[in-house]
């Protein structure tokens, strides 16, 4: 069966320390994996996502995420946090087809700390 | 990209009650999905809704609980019947390229 484990449910940083926030899967198949935040009273956005090649893929905000086929994990990162970045972070996988829907982590509460 | 629209955006409604919440979105798209992010939780996915055909209903979520139109490739509703303060949630509807989902602000539902 399909899942996502974001193991952190809460995670309080200070602003300039770096960061990195866990994902794990379970994909039968090859998987499409994505990394969402959410403001405060805001929709999701899209931070970045991997499909194929490269397993180091850059997006937005300075956030970049690793894949690890043998770990099973999309770890997201990011080496310096602003004041900003405070919001809610889900990890998703999906797959090639787009009439499948995609399997949301429970979300990791990030703080940033002065 | 996909843009959609989604209201209304809040409301608190009477326990008994029922609210439609409308999605519409700017290109057609073949399925249209509604999911439900209770307080402090993730994402659930409640129903598929398909152009032309029944939705389909994940486990724990019923059509007479969660009726769902789709009159056209851009357009569906949800309605949530008979409320309840146990429905308290956000509902969001989303669309799927095969490079990501994209999401409604969301309708914040309060149900005293």
């Known amino acids: 069966a399909q899942s996502v484990t974001q193991p952190d449910i809460h995670i309080t940083v200070s602003e300039g320390a770096s960061l990195e926030l866990r994902c794990n899967y379970s994909?039968?198949?090859?998987?499409?994996l994505f990394w969402y935040v959410q403001s405060p009273g805001q929709g999701l956005q899209l931070l970045l996502k991997?499909?194929?090649?490269?397993?180091l893929v850059q997006g937005i905000k300075g956030f970049e995420a690793e894949f690890k086929r043998s770990q099973s994990s999309f770890n997201l990162r990011k080496p310096s946090v602003h004041w900003s970045d405070a919001a809610e972070y889900f990890c998703?996988?999906?797959?090639?087809?787009?009439?499948?829907?995609?399997?949301f982590g429970t979300g990791t509460s990030l703080t940033v700390i002065p | 990209s996909a843009v959609i629209s989604q209201k209304p955006s809040r409301d608190i409604c009477q326990r008994g009650t029922s609210l439609t919440i409308q999605c519409q979105v700017d290109s057609q798209v073949t399925m249209m999905f509604w999911y439900r992010q209770q307080p402090g939780q993730s994402l659930t996915l409640i129903a598929t809704a398909n152009q032309g055909s029944e939705a389909t209903y994940e486990s724990g979520f019923v059509i007479d609980k969660f009726p769902i139109s789709r009159p056209n490739l851009t357009f569906s509703t949800l309605t949530v019947s008979n409320m309840s303060p146990e429905d308290s949630s956000i509902y969001l509807c989303?669309?799927?390229?095969?490079?990501?989902?994209?999401f409604g602000q969301g309708t914040r539902l309060t149900v005293v």
């Open positions: 998703a996988v999906g797959s090639s087809n787009t009439g499948n829907q995609f399997y």
């Open positions: 989303s669309v799927r390229t095969l490079a990501e989902a994209f």
């Open positions: 991997y499909f194929s090649g490269d397993t």
């Open positions: 994909y039968g198949a090859t998987p499409y």
